[in-house]
């Protein structure tokens, strides 16, 4: 066992009987990402998948306090949540604001534009799981060329997905990182650090679907794995505008070869009705943007 193990906190914060999906991988981020914050943290979120899965009032899932909030206000309620602290000379608490990409790309990008303009000392994280999956799998600015939704009227999304990192970069986060929970020491890692770093930070975890997706719960770890392996998702990091690869992408960008994003795309359901144009759009999409981090881990 890698020595590294030892070193994950071995308190469990959320409690059994939580209410997501069976194969959920917004479930295994959360764990760990409660492990690498521990106790004194407050979370704020708004409604998704993650309100259903920490239960309604009065009972919950987990062992820490959460805020609900209104869908386009979580950065607005972390602001708040920040400013009544340091009133109170508890400027140690950590604030946490965690959105899907509907509530972080869509609906809550103007609250989290400004609370990074204003330095706000909090944690935003964005699980994306490419769509609005807590209701009913619509069409979101994370989606994917070519997939299916119940909101995409031409059968599949015809645009490719809003790289949020860039535009969090372009704003002068001081820590942005990318992860997955098919890799959990690389996230339980980086959520360490980043309770370490004071101002904005800005964490996204590509999260796998089952039912928005169209695959089989089972193999929620290893679809993450797959889309590593293809470039699709870069676990990465980004401290004061340096790139790096962290992870299982720093070995493939070491190593020189990815596989083709074939093989994720034929695993999953929503990609049934995809062109075989969108496929090459698609490939190329991601060579670019693969070229283009690492030319950015060189500066």
């Known amino acids: 066992m890698p020595e590294k193990l030892f070193k994950v906190n071995l308190q469990e914060y959320m409690l059994p009987g939580q209410r997501a999906c069976q194969g959920c991988g917004l479930s295994l981020s959360f764990r760990y990402i409660l492990k690498a914050l521990r106790e004194d943290t407050i979370y704020t979120i708004p409604a998704s998948c993650l309100t259903v899965l920490c239960g309604l009032y009065p009972t919950t899932a987990v062992r820490v306090p959460i805020l609900n909030c209104t869908f386009p206000s979580t950065a607005a309620s972390a602001s708040g949540l920040v400013a009544g602290l340091r009133a109170l000379n508890r400027e140690e608490t950590t604030v946490v604001a965690i959105a899907g990409d509907g509530g972080t790309l869509d609906i809550g990008i103007q609250a989290l534009s400004g609370a990074v303009e204003r330095e706000t000392d909090f944690i935003f994280v964005c699980y994306d799981n490419e769509g609005y999956m807590n209701t009913g ?6 989606t994917p060329i070519g997939a299916t939704t119940t909101t995409t009227p031409l059968l599949t999304k015809q645009q490719h997905k ?12 001081p820590y942005i990182s990318v992860s997955s929970p098919s890799y959990p020491l690389d996230l339980y890692d980086k959520f360490v650090k980043a309770k370490r770093i004071g ?8 999260v796998p679907c089952p039912p928005g997706w169209g695959y089989h719960s089972k193999d929620t770890v290893r679809m993450g794995k797959i889309a590593v392996e293809a470039g699709i998702v870069v676990l990465c990091e980004i401290e004061e505008g340096k790139f790096k690869f962290t992870g299982r992408s720093k070995v493939i960008a070491e190593r020189g070869k990815r596989t083709t994003v074939n093989q994720y795309l034929e695993k999953q359901q929503r990609f049934r009705r995809m062109s075989t144009e969108q496929k090459e759009q698609f490939q190329q999409w991601v060579d670019t943007r693969w070229e283009e981090y690492r030319e950015w881990s060189q500066r």
């Open 199 to 206: 101002g904005s930070r800005y964490m996204q975890i590509a």
């Open 137 to 142: 799998t619509q069409r979101s600015s994370a």
């Open 162 to 173: 809003k790289d949020m990192v860039r535009i969090m970069a372009a704003q002068d986060v």
